[in-house]
């Protein structure tokens, strides 16, 4: 019996042990103070690497030799641009232009080709860029090649398809065996699709 007293007295002890240790009170633990960090708002970023290919639609001027004539111009281009980490954008551009009869000082203004660099800015969805290269005209009394120089600014209507617009200034001396030469400044809407 004396067992059975000790256990039983064991056994209320545990549990009032137990009980007791259940109903301590808890002491809360407050976080830590936290400093606020500054967000400072990411500039924007597009994504201009890759390849591209369109078409473009403006005017010319071309001036030679006091005589000044205006005229609609139409062309197909293609390139690849690169994307460095810091907005900077780098780029190789083709591109070839006909007219719809352009003719000045009593010849003919046929096409002109470019083979034109250029190096511009990532605003998010719009690229501003300054171009040169080098262009040659083909006319009706000979060919001439000439530095070209511009600027021109794309916006991504979404990421495969952009329109942009750029102006280009070209000096043609010379045009086949003549002492004739061509001055040209160009406006064309273009059109790009992207890959």
Do not use: C
């Amino acid at each position: 019996m004396k067992k059975h007293i000790l256990t039983m007295t064991v056994a209320i002890a545990a549990l009032g042990t137990a009980a007791s240790a259940g109903s301590l009170d808890v002491t809360p633990v407050e976080p830590a103070p936290m400093t606020p960090v500054e967000v400072v708002p990411a500039a924007p970023v597009g994504n201009w690497t890759g390849g591209y290919t369109g078409l473009s639609l403006g005017g010319a001027q071309a001036s030679s030799g006091g005589s000044e004539e205006s005229g609609m111009i139409y062309g197909l281009h293609g390139g690849y641009d690169y994307q460095f980490g810091n907005g900077i954008v780098l780029g190789g551009e083709a591109e070839f232009q006909g007219n719809n009869d352009l003719s000045v000082n009593g010849f003919d203004v046929d096409n002109v080709s470019r083979a034109k660099a250029r190096m511009g800015y990532d605003l998010g969805q719009a690229l501003v860029y300054g171009t040169a290269g080098v262009s040659k005209v083909n006319t009706s009394i000979g060919e001439a090649t000439s530095p070209v120089y511009g600027l021109g600014m794309e916006y991504k209507v979404t990421d495969k398809f952009s329109v942009g617009a750029e102006y280009l200034n070209e000096d043609f001396q010379d045009l086949g065996s003549t002492n004739t030469d061509l001055q040209q400044d160009s406006l064309s809407l273009r059109g790009n699709f992207r890959f």
